[in-house]
Structures are given as C-alpha cells and as structure tokens.
C-alpha cells in the first residue's frame, strides 16, 4: 500500500492538467510554480520547447512584497514580458495547484495587465 502524500497528489493533478493543456507558439503556455517563498511563472512554448519570459519572485520588485501583492505583481510583470515577446494570448497551467489564493491572484494579475486566457 503506497503512503498518499501532499507531493504526490500533486504530482498526479500536475500530470492531469499537462494532458491537456499545451502551448504553442501562437497561445504558449502559462506555467506556475508556488513555493512557501514566492512564486514563479513562465511562458513555455511546448513545441519548440522554449520558454519566451519569466518572472520569478527573487527579482528584485518583488522581493520585499507580500505574498499576495507579489503574485499579482508578477502576474503583471509577466504580461508585460508577454508583450514584449509578441505574445496576447496563452493557455493556464495552475500546475496541480488549486486555482485560489496566490495562484489566482498571478492569474488576474496577468488578465488586468492585458494577457489574454
């Protein structure tokens, strides 16, 4: 009998979500990791295996912020990266997480800077 862990329930919703989101040049795919620290984003386009931006929470806008503050500012970051890149359309992976809370705040933070999914 195999032990459930917090770690691997995540890991199998993380897998769920992968088989069926997928980024691709035109619409790349939002990634987001979130640790007890911070959080972290990135546009990945999965064709090409490319990441096309990133925001991290050890930047230094970010770092001194709260949590809640900091993914919404990185939320915003990551937009604007987006454009920079040429990109206003991407696909959402919450990464196994629930969609609330610091996860959700980088989401909207990304919609009210002008990124679209």
Known sequence: MSVKTKQKTRLRRR?????????????????VFRSNRGVVAQLIDDDR?????AVSWTEPGLRDLGSMEQAGKAGATIAERAKAAGVKRCVFDRGGYKYHGRVRALA??????GLDF
Not at 15 to 31: I, K, Q, S
Not at 49 to 53: C, E, K, S
Not at 108 to 113: D, L
């Open 15 to 31: 897998r769920r979500v992968r088989a069926r989101v997928r980024g691709t040049a035109e619409r790349p795919r939002l990634a």
């Open 108 to 113: 909207e933070g990304a919609r009210e800077a």
């Open 49 to 53: 295996g490319h990441t096309l931006a």
